[in-house]
């Protein structure tokens, strides 16, 4: 015996044909299959024996296929109908299944978020950030893939991942950004520079500096080169020795020596506390920016993409 569902009709493709075949339907039809009895199905069902029996007629009508005997031993299956048994046994299982599945992925106690961000916030901010909502929800499984800027947006224009993190507003039609956290891009050397200990340098003294930059599509490269622009420095102007894939490249490559470079100070406390890196203010030149949480404009967001988004504005706002 299954209990009742409230169910509505589904289309079953046959042979190119559609037929509108009732979730009920099938349920009575497992039940009379079960206990081989029109009878005794319809108390399972809570419905008549002549209601059962129309359902069947209908069924058998659908298929143009008899699925049940009705012999002196009872209501047996045919072998078309034993074919559909096991079907209709999947589907009704499924069917019950929707609400409960639906109200954990409500509560949160079963969701999967798919993340992308760009490299600050996908190796500093988010993972700061997800052991507090698994702490509040340990019912969601996170995902989190990481590209520079412009590689994330695609990815939620794609629908690939529901929310992207990035350090820069992008011009994108059909895409939401909303700003949850301020930060500052500041010039770093290695430890024994020439400017160490110099305080804040000129700005003309970039010029002839060499520099370690981000690869095109970066937020904190978009940042420091609009940042300097602002300050009448032309960024062409910049000596680049290498251009490098991620922030935590660009920070290994300035400890070695290659040159001097803008960073995000959320990614290199660590570094300035232990001296393997320093600070240089520049006169004229202050580099701020936002980070954005980015979604599909239009589109309803999860209730484990809100929690998330949560946590990261409390985190960081």
């Not at 340098?201 to 370690?212: N, Q």
């Not at 300050?231 to 894939?245: I, K, T, Y």
């Not at 960073?263 to 600070?279: D, N, P, Y």
Request: hydrophobic share 45%.
């Amino acid at each position: 015996m299954i209990n009742s569902i409230k169910t509505s009709p589904v289309i079953v493709k046959s042979n190119s044909r559609e037929f509108p075949v009732n979730l009920k339907q099938l349920e009575v039809f497992i039940n009379v299959a079960d206990s081989c009895s029109f009878s005794k199905g319809a108390e399972a069902s809570f419905i008549t024996q002549s209601t059962v029996s129309q359902h069947i007629s209908a069924l058998e009508a659908e298929f143009g296929l008899k699925l049940l005997d009705r012999t002196g031993k009872g209501a047996l299956l045919t072998e078309g109908g034993k074919l559909l048994l096991d079907r209709a046994r999947r589907l009704v299982d499924l069917a019950r299944e929707i609400p409960a599945a639906i109200g954990r992925f409500k509560g949160l106690e079963e969701a999967e978020l798919n993340l992308a961000g760009s490299s600050i916030p996908a190796e500093y901010m988010i993972p700061a950030a997800l052991p507090v909502l698994i702490g509040r929800f340990p019912g969601i499984t996170i995902t989190l893939l990481q590209g520079d800027s412009r590689d994330v947006l695609g990815k939620v224009m794609a629908e690939e991942v529901e929310f992207g993190v990035v350090g820069g507003r992008f011009a994108e039609d059909g895409l939401d950004f909303t700003p949850f956290a301020a930060d500052e891009l500041l010039l770093i050397a290695p430890a024994g520079h020439r400017w160490a200990g110099k305080g804040a340098i000129g700005k003309e003294e970039l010029a002839g500096e060499p520099f370690v930059l981000r690869e095109n599509g970066s937020g904190t490269g978009k940042a420091s080169t609009a940042a300097l622009r602002e300050a009448g420095f032309d960024p062409g102007s910049v000596r680049v020795a290498a251009h490098l894939g991620s922030n935590e490249a660009v920070k290994r490559g300035v400890i070695a020596g290659i040159g001097v470079s803008f960073v995000s100070a959320i990614s290199v406390q660590k570094e300035l506390a232990q001296g393997a890196l320093i600070q240089v203010p520049v006169r004229d030149v202050c580099i701020k920016r936002e980070f954005f949480l980015v979604c599909r404009r239009g589109r309803e967001i999860s209730p484990a993409a809100i929690a998330f988004g949560t946590v990261m504005k409390e985190m960081y706002s």
